[in-house]
């Protein structure tokens, strides 16, 4: 677990970049710090690893002050992450990401052995190896940054804007990557982003700072959504929080009807104005209305993995408004009618915000 306790850092001229910053970021969660430019971020960050010590406070990995560690010690057990991936220019991918075991004496084949297995990790392939930096695109020297950061297998990872330098695409399926291997690998990660989107895909805690090093509200994704602390929170989120919140609550417990769900030749149920046909394989086919038989598109979500807003999202693309329930391999379970899922927004609206304001 990271610490700070009281952290104040004034620079030299009188600019307080971080003020009176309390808050813990637990072992093997990922907290992300997110704010507008200016806000302290990289400041609080550098203070974990003292490329920053503060005017004031104490910073503690695991119970200990950083400032007992000397520098080079404390950083074996962090990795570091910048934009632009940060790599050297005149050294092969290979040995950019074996910076680290190269400095802590790991004999050349073990380490450039870590290294290839690393670049499989984070998705690159092996050709690109004895490549220099300049020959891959942005999105793969951000996975280099991220495999040199992660060769020592340190317990803790900084991430200072990693992904901000790419293009959309490019940043959502790293993010995906960062998730995919954090499953794995249950990292301390503090991750710096002035992107309140990717604070909220990527955070198990979201720190909001604005201007002046402040913290203005510290807490999970769901809770940032329902009940932004102030006006600055709020407008820093932006538009659409419910439906934003939506994504947090799983569709799992909905209510589902199978007996709307019918093959090609069976008739509906007994006052049933739609249906769902499905094949053989119990696959949709589409929607049957009672009027007219014709099979007409149709939404669906996944029972086991998928939230309520892609259950809400399957009704509005169903000409009933209803969401066909499948599971992991597409065949269908049920059908949530329009009245149950109602009553599962309502009821998600009134616990999301009887935790704080609303707003
Ligand atoms: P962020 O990463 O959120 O954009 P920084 O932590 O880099 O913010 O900076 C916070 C504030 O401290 C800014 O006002 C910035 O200008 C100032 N600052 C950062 N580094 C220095 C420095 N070395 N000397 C003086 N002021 C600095
Ligand atoms: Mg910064």
């Known amino acids: 677990m990271i610490s700070f306790e009281g952290v104040t850092k004034r620079y030299p001229g009188g600019t307080v970049a971080v003020n009176d910053l309390s808050l813990e970021a637990p072992t093997g969660e990922i907290t992300v710090f997110v704010g507008p430019s200016g806000c ?6 550098r203070m974990i690893n003292r490329m920053i010590d503060p005017t004031e406070g104490r910073v503690l990995l695991d119970g200990r002050d950083v400032r007992e560690i000397d520098p080079p ?6 990795g570091y992450v910048i934009q632009h991936g940060g790599l050297f220019p005149h050294r092969r991918i290979v040995d950019n990401i074996a910076t680290v075991p190269y400095l802590l004496g790991w004999d050349k084949k073990k380490a450039r052995g870590r290294a290839r297995e690393l670049m499989e990790r ?8 004895d490549r220099y930096p300049y020959q891959l695109s942005g999105g793969q020297q951000q996975r280099v940054g991220v495999a040199r950061a ?13 992904f901000s330098a790419v293009d ?3 940043r959502a399926s790293l993010q995906e990557e960062l998730l995919r291997l954090q499953a794995e690998l249950r990292k301390t990660i503090v991750f710096v982003t002035h992107d ?5 895909k990527l955070g198990d805690r979201v720190a909001v700072l604005r201007v002046g090093g402040h913290l203005a509200q510290h807490a999970t994704p769901p ?4 009940a932004p602390a102030d006006d600055f929170v709020r407008s820093f989120l932006g538009r659409d929080r419910g439906i934003r919140l939506l994504s947090f609550l799983p569709a799992e417990d909905l209510l589902l009807r199978r007996d709307l769900v019918v093959r090609r030749e069976d008739p509906a149920p007994e006052g049933a104005d739609w249906v769902v046909v499905v094949d053989e394989d119990r696959r949709p086919l589409g929607w049957r209305a009672a009027w007219n038989g014709h099979l007409t598109a149709f939404g669906t979500y996944r029972v086991k993995h998928d939230s309520l807003r892609a259950a809400l999202d399957a009704a ?18 049920g059908v949530v009618t329009r009245d149950v899922l109602d009553v599962a927004l309502v009821r998600a609206a009134a616990d999301a915000y009887s935790g704080g304001e609303g707003g």
């Open 316 to 333: 509005l693309l169903s000409p009933c408004g209803a969401a066909i329930a499948v599971d992991d391999e597409g065949r269908v379970e």
């Open 223 to 226: 809770e940032l959504l329902a």
């Open 73 to 78: 010690t404390l950083r074996r057990g962090i």
């Open 168 to 170: 959309p695409v490019v």
């Open 150 to 162: 992660l060769a020592a297998d340190p317990p803790v990872l900084l991430m200072d804007e990693p």
């Open 40 to 45: 302290g971020k990289t400041t609080s960050l």
């Open 122 to 129: 984070v998705g690159l392939g092996d050709e690109l190896a």
């Open 196 to 200: 309140i989107d990717e604070a909220i």
